[in-house]
């Protein structure tokens, strides 16, 4: 059974950090694109950022910068490293697994940022 846990969600002050972990199981981590996507309040769900399994990024322009994703295949691990948050960042925050020779698909469960202004 595949899972993806995500964690580190909360409520922070605006120009304060937070680290999302996600936790996969029961997929072979290493060789899966994972990525983070959001989806703010009345907001359609955006891709924040990626990593392929060769560890390329990529990421939205709007928290180029401020947001670093990583990943910790050892561990089964993706991070998103959030710094300098905004209100805006404020949002549901869901890690995707995407095998790219497939196109099969995971995703968790989602992780609430709040961040107060």
């Known amino acids: 059974q595949v899972q993806l846990v995500e964690s580190g969600g909360g409520l922070v002050q605006a120009g304060g950090s937070l680290r999302l972990s996600c936790v996969a199981s029961g997929i072979r981590f290493s060789i899966h694109t994972m990525a983070w996507f959001r989806q703010g309040p009345g907001k359609q769900l955006e891709l924040v950022a990626g990593?392929?399994?060769?560890?390329?990024?990529n990421y939205v322009d709007s928290v180029k910068g401020r947001f670093t994703i990583s990943r910790d295949n050892a561990k089964n691990t993706v991070y998103l490293q959030m710094n300098s948050l905004k209100s805006e960042d404020t949002a549901v925050y869901y890690c995707?697994?995407?095998?790219?020779?497939?196109?099969?698909?995971?995703w968790g469960k989602g992780t609430l940022v709040t961040v107060s202004s």
């Open positions: 990593i392929t399994s060769n560890g390329n990024t």
């Open positions: 995707k697994a995407v095998l790219v020779s497939t196109g099969t698909t995971y």
